[in-house]
């Protein structure tokens, strides 16, 4: 009895969703100012332009890595102040999610995991710059997902997914 117990419980095991973070690490980095040092020596009136971006690739086994890509161009009037990027990747071990609940987890689960690193090295790279923190605001990146998922249904490109 003992032995068909922990057999049913190896089995239902295999059956149950695994979601585990392997390691978080910045995949590139980038920082210009190209207006520098002149651009210091002028009003600061910044505007800000924020590109954001993800990409996942299936590794080895149940292994998945995904990478949040933060672009930031800042401007003073019509002088770029400066340009930085990062791309902020995680290796994820996901197993026994449907193929919705897959989609979703790569798609907005695991950048809302990334976002909070991928914000700070933007900000520590800016202040290296010498130029005021950024403190980028939140990501509904469930949101974004939702967006996307029905932009591609519009378009013909997804299943409909509950």
């Known amino acids: 009895m003992t032995e068909q117990a922990s057999n049913g419980?190896?089995?239902?095991?295999?059956?149950?969703?695994?979601?585990?973070?392997?390691?978080?690490y910045v995949k590139d980095l980038?920082?210009?100012?190209?207006?520098?040092?002149?651009?210091?020596?002028?009003?600061w009136a910044p505007s800000l332009s924020l590109d954001l971006n993800t990409r996942q690739k299936a590794l080895d086994g149940d292994f998945h890595e995904v990478v949040l890509t933060l672009s930031v161009t800042v401007k003073t009037g019509e002088?770029?102040?400066?340009?930085?990027?990062?791309?902020?990747a995680g290796i994820f071990l996901i197993r026994g999610l449907d193929a919705a609940a897959m989609s979703h987890t790569l798609g907005a689960f695991c950048p809302s995991i990334l976002f909070p690193y991928a914000r700070e090295t933007l900000d520590s790279l800016v202040v290296r710059g010498s130029f005021p923190a950024l403190m980028l605001a939140p990501v509904n990146f469930d949101a974004l997902y939702a967006q996307e998922l029905a932009r591609m249904q519009q378009a013909g490109n997804a299943p409909a997914q509950a």
């Open 79 to 88: 002088e770029i102040a400066f340009i930085a990027e990062v791309q902020q």
């Open 9 to 24: 419980a190896a089995a239902q095991g295999e059956q149950n969703p695994q979601f585990s973070l392997q390691r978080i």
């Open 30 to 43: 980038s920082f210009e100012a190209p207006k520098s040092p002149e651009i210091f020596r002028q009003e």
